[in-house]
């Protein structure tokens, strides 16, 4: 279909078994993992093993990103780290993979949660030394309220860490997810030899490349020769494997996309390690798009109309334009450019004409996506986070969860005479889902409440106000930690309270922030019967 079309394009010049058969070609993941435990690498050697890449070290743009430098992608090389959500997509096996990125900071942000709302599984990373860290635990949380099947991949084999079994007590034990391994390491965590493959009973001896920068070398070999050649550490490898069969640690693809187990394989992504039977797994044991529920309950099916959600916006990717990417998970039909769409919300219609694929920095124009594939909608205003568009413009997918702030600080202009641009640039980036913005209810003509799930987001907040709305801001750190859901027959209790603040959002929602866990104890202790709402459970 070209650009120029005059006639919108309709999903019914598709027949639904072509439709049925993209969807089940997709497969749809994000990476979650502490920061350092090797996404970015795993990546990008997952990229290098689909052959998308030539060598690693592309996708985040460390090699390739000079060419396309934008001001806002300054922001994240000044800091090193990645704040936006794109999207890699690999073609392995006649699949199509599409990776949403994950931003990994220490202070990452509710963008991070809301990728895993465009996701059908996620590949959780641990680090073979630290094991469950704090953030890797926090996002298991919103995997396991959402039950998106989860595969394990433990990297840095080849460093000195954990033994695997006591890894293995450790993801059970915190997940309650019940480990099978599809591969098992030959050689402890530092000598990492090569991986016993428990499907085939094969051995996959690894003699790394140098510089890790291409393919590891790899020689297949039967149970009898990998004995031979490896000794006592097959030997053990074997005898661990046999143990595992006999407690239930075996894959069964029921369980696991019944959120039971995860299966579990080990990797040295840097050395390309083991990292071949983690990209199989996504198009053997990952699972494809589903009909998903609307928020009616009704589903809707894949061959249906085209329905997708918007789960995150990122703007001023390009300075020049200060354009406005919308991200949209395709959920049913099939996406044609220059088809029109509508709202939810609005009720607004729009023409899709400026959709793009994004892959790291770089950008192509999209004109045919399925269900499961990501598309980003070019300076689409008027749209929000949790929207939902469709053809037939009727179907509302849940609004995307919120998720648990932590931090709270109040703002107010540098510059006392940018009033309007600064109320403007809150309620745009309250709209878009940057921060949320509250109001104490009780002086509504107080300052502002920015709350955030991770303290980066005031950084972003301050970043696009001074460049975008040319208004900086200067913030006031408030002791809060913690917010709950207040229905309005608490407030007589609360207002006594001179550490709580009753606090408002731009949907007149009404939350009440307190110091910390124990605050809320003990008012819920002191006044039997009232309910203070946690706002998620992401931990
Ligand atoms: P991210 O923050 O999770 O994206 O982590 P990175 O991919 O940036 O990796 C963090 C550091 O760990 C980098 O220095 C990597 O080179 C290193 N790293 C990643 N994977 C491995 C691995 O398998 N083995 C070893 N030894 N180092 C690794």
Redesign the pocket.
Known sequence: MSADTQTPAQTSDIPAPKILAEAGRRRTIAVI?H???????LTEALALHAKALREAGAVHGRGGRAGVVTDWQDMEKQRGISISSAVVQLDHRDQVINVVDTP?HADFSEDTYRALTAVDAVIMLVDAARGMEVQTRKLFGVCKTRGLPVITVI??W??PGQEALQLLDEIESITGLKPTPMTWPVGIAGDFRGLLERGSGEYVKYTRAPGGATLALEERMDAVRAEAVEGSAWVQAVEESDLLSISDGDHDEEAFLAFRTTPVYF?????NTGVGQVLDSLVDVAPSPRDQPDVAGATQPLPGRFSAQIFKTQTGMNPAHRDRLAFARIHSGVFHRGMTVRDNRTGRPMVLKHVQTVFGADRSTVDVAYPGDVIGLVNARHINVGDTISEAGKVEYPPLPVFAPEHFRTVRPKDLGSGKSFRQGLRELDAEGVVRVLINDAHGLGEPILSAVGALQFDVVQYRMTNEYRSPVRFTELGFTTARLIEPDVLPILRTKRDVEVVENADGQMFALFTDEWRVRGIERDNPGIKLQPLVATS
């Open positions: 993992s920061p350092d435990a090797g996404k970015s690498t990994g990297n840095k080849d460093r990797t040295a992504a840097v050395a």
